[in-house]
């Protein structure tokens, strides 16, 4: 089939799009917004605005979707193709363990802290490991470094399968396959899915396959058939082989699923009990899990706690459950959108509720009930964590990306009910109902008001939904942080390796840490930077800034066994320039000059053990 | 059949196979995926196998990106259609295609996963590991054949 006009705009506009970004790429950098190119936002809301058309039209599905899977790789794909090495976050140091096992290396320790006698089944079903596997098998077989494949890997993965998961969703719960398209790219207007789907750590890839297996859950129970469960206890291994979050609300889901699919025949005063306990069991595994978590690993302290129930005033406490940490300091936008989505959810859900209600054999009964009571575990579970918890191994606010993969769908239901009513207001205007005498003035009006629907289905909602993304595309990529790895740090990082025939130890700072990371792994015995949390790192880098002298460098070369040790500065990450000159100007012999980058705002010096005889 | 034809047939294929999932129809699709699932006399089954040694030839003598990505992505590809026919029978033939996709890199992780635990994911382990992955598919596909009739 020819495709049309619009859609050929589309695909030429995201063409456009891609280019924007990459001409937009800069080896210094803090936030994607500082260099963005500026026409990159109009053309990308005019695309948006052009698929909401497409999405909304009789085009065929499978074209919707392979649409929404172009439009949702470009906007997770932000940090991959502008930043140099990537965010500056757990993406970087989930690439340094991963570079580990791609240069198939033992990273070396130089402390070895009391681990818990379970630690090495967590050592062995830990994320990265999952992912670092997938990673490295990609990358060998594509011929690629491991830093190019790791950068797209969640970006390239999240932009193909969520978008397909949502179709699949919205499918279950009786939405039509326009509803579905639609929902396949809501998933991308909500700013925490966003912003994991645009990171390449392990608990990014445990979402895509949670919300594979709560697709497939819907499925089981719509289907019932021992594929579908099939499916769903499989996503579900890989979502907890993924990450341990995800993967706990993978079965406190299968296990709420499995409870409520049971009740079936029960007598109806005993199914609204049962599935508020089922609802407080399935929502109880998570916090219990985590206060077990100290079994597994080191330094995990999470326990309950009611110092915040009794030490916060009331109306913070009612802000915390509800928009968890944005009440500190979030902007009005941010508010509105992160209520938004979950408001839209439950309208939707209690207007589908009293619909099903008159029709108990509704196909969609099941899924849309179970979908809600999984909304509300992944609530409760905010609420108690957020509240009752303390310690915890990651922020609260993860929890809503879940939350996101439910609310996407009846979002995307709602907006095409309120887009088919309108388009029902114009149906009822016939021009039978008009009278002769007055048919000059009617016609005018009839025309008027037929216009107006038609802009509002065709311009104002599509232009609506296009705003609302990238609102969230603004919200979600951080609009302040600090200067990212940039192409100098990386690229005197590759000239030490290249020119560097011994083992060797890196004084830096924890950004050089990162490009480190990026380009020999983390805690490489042949080429060791510190860990990026090490305090003997951040000691001996603090010691040479304010003493430059080369007994700082051979502790660190004895620590490391190594035989050469390099100290590198870099001018943007000290406090003022006149800091970076005097200590530049303050290194002398026996340290001597390695590298300087062409901007000359990185010096890298150098220095060899003497030879004992 | 020698596998000296089924090379020179299959590479000459493969621009086919490309440029059809590119801008492929319904029923150009249809028509691959059958084509493939069918797997007469095991030869897509094969054809994944030689793959799996072009990937690990490029790593050891040329080490091109153009070459790996478009192996790999030919190899995932058959492989998909192998997991989407078997497992995703219900849907449509693109969801079979994407989602057959996901199960075979997910099972590709999972080998890899488990070579990890044992030993190392060095070059010859990932050719191990592609091996692996491709039986288990290939199985798979046969399998439902022969439920099939």
């Known amino acids: ?14 063409g456009i799009s891609f280019y924007l970004i990459a001409i937009s790429r800069k080896e210094e950098a803090r936030t994607i917004w500082e260099v963005l190119n500026p026409a990159f936002i109009p ?3 005019i695309a948006v605005f052009l698929l909401f058309g ?40 989930t690439l340094g363990r991963i570079r580990s096992i791609y240069d198939n290396f033992e990273p070396l320790t130089l402390t070895s802290p009391s681990k818990p006698i379970l630690s090495p089944l967590y050592e062995m079903f830990r994320g990265d490991r999952f992912q670092a596997a997938l990673s490295v098998v990609l990358a060998r077989m594509f011929s690629l470094d491991i830093l190019r494949v790791h950068l797209f890997f969640v970006p390239a993965l999240w932009g193909i399968f969520v978008p397909v998961a949502a179709f699949l969703t919205t499918k279950s719960l009786g939405g039509s396959d326009s509803i579905g398209a639609l929902a396949s790219l809501l998933i991308s207007a909500f700013p925490y899915s966003i912003y994991f789907g645009a990171i390449s750590v392990p608990n990014s890839l445990g979402f895509i396959f949670f919300f594979c297996s709560f697709a497939f859950t819907l499925q089981y129970l719509e289907a019932r058939n021992s594929k579908s469960l099939f499916l769903m206890m499989a996503f579900s291994f890989f979502s907890f082989l993924s990450h341990f979050l995800t993967g706990i609300m993978s079965v406190s889901l299968i296990l709420l699923a499995l409870l409520y699919k049971s009740q079936k025949g029960e007598e109806q ?14 929502a109880s595994l998570l916090p219990l899990s985590l206060v077990y978590f100290k079994l597994f690993r080191a330094n995990s302290y999470a326990a309950f706690s009611l110092e915040k129930l009794f030490e916060l005033p009331i109306n913070e406490i009612f802000g915390l459950s509800l928009f968890g940490d944005l009440i500190y300091g979030s902007n009005l936008w941010t508010l509105v959108l992160v209520v938004v989505g979950p408001a839209l959810v439950l309208l939707c859900m209690i207007g589908l509720g009293f619909k099903l209600r008159r029709n108990h054999h ?6 849309v009930t179970f979908a809600f009571m999984a909304f509300l575990v992944i609530s409760v579970d905010f609420i108690v964590l957020k509240l009752f918890m303390d310690k915890l191994p990651f922020n609260e606010e993860r929890l809503w990306v879940f939350r996101d993969f439910i609310a996407a769908p009846f979002a995307a239901q709602a907006i095409y009910t309120v887009s088919l009513l309108i388009r029902r207001l114009s149906d009822t205007d016939s021009l039978r109902s ?4 007055h048919l000059r003035t009617l016609v005018k009006t009839h025309a008027l008001r037929s216009l107006s629907i038609l802009a509002i289905l065709n311009i104002i909602i599509p232009s609506i939904l296009a705003g609302w993304l990238i609102l969230s595309l603004n919200v979600a990529y951080p609009q302040v942080a600090p200067l990212q790895t940039t192409q100098y740090e990386l690229d005197a990082v590759k000239y030490i390796e290249e020119r560097t ?13 990162f490009a480190g990371e990026a380009i020999v792994g983390i805690s490489n015995p042949s080429a060791y930077y510190f860990d990026e949390n090490s305090q003997l790192g951040i000691a001996l880098f603090s010691n040479m800034s304010h003493e430059p002298s080369p007994e700082w460098m051979l502790s660190a070369m004895n620590l490391t066994d190594t035989a050469v040790a390099y100290f590198v500065l870099s001018e943007p990450r000290m406090r003022s320039p006149e800091e970076f000159n005097n200590i530049v100007a303050n290194i002398k012999e026996p340290l001597s000059l390695f590298y300087v980058s062409p901007n000359e705002k990185l010096y890298v010096f150098s220095y060899s053990a003497p030879l004992q005889f | 059949m020698s596998v000296g034809k089924l090379v020179i047939k299959d590479i000459c294929a493969s621009p086919y196979i490309c440029l059809t999932m590119m801008n492929s129809s319904r029923l150009e699709l249809i028509r691959l995926e059958r084509t493939i699932t069918r797997d007469k006399n095991l030869r897509y089954s094969l054809f994944s196998y030689l793959l799996a040694a072009m990937i690990l030839l490029n790593l050891f003598f040329f080490q091109s990106p153009i070459i790996g990505i478009s192996a790999s992505l030919i190899y995932v590809f058959i492989n998909a259609f192998f997991l989407g026919h078997v497992l995703f029978r219900s849907q449509e033939p693109f969801f079979r295609l994407i989602l057959g996709s996901l199960v075979f890199l997910m099972l590709l992780g999972f080998v890899g996963w488990l070579v990890l635990t044992v030993y190392d994911l060095d070059v ?26």
């Open chain 1, 1 to 14: 089939m020819p495709l049309r006009y619009g859609e050929i705009l589309y695909l030429f506009l995201i």
């Open chain 1, 43 to 45: 053309a990308l809301f």
């Open chain 1, 54 to 93: 497409i999405l909304l039209s009789s085009e065929k599905t499978t074209y919707k979707l392979i649409f929404v899977i172009i439009i949702s790789i470009l906007l997770h794909s932000f940090f991959a193709i502008i930043f140099p090495a990537g965010d500056s976050s757990g993406q970087q140091i």
């Open chain 1, 269 to 282: 005063k005993w199914v609204l009990a049962r599935a508020i306990v089922s609802i407080v069991f399935c």
């Open chain 1, 362 to 367: 509704a196909a969609p009964k099941e899924t």
């Open chain 1, 434 to 437: 008009l009278s002769l005498n």
């Open chain 1, 501 to 513: 025939d011994q083992k060797y130890v890196v004084i830096c700072d924890i950004w050089v840490t």
């Open chain 2, 124 to 149: 010859m382990a990932l050719f191990v590991v592609l091996l692996i992955a491709a039986t288990v598919s290939s199985l798979m596909n046969r399998r439902m054949k022969y439920i099939d009739g």
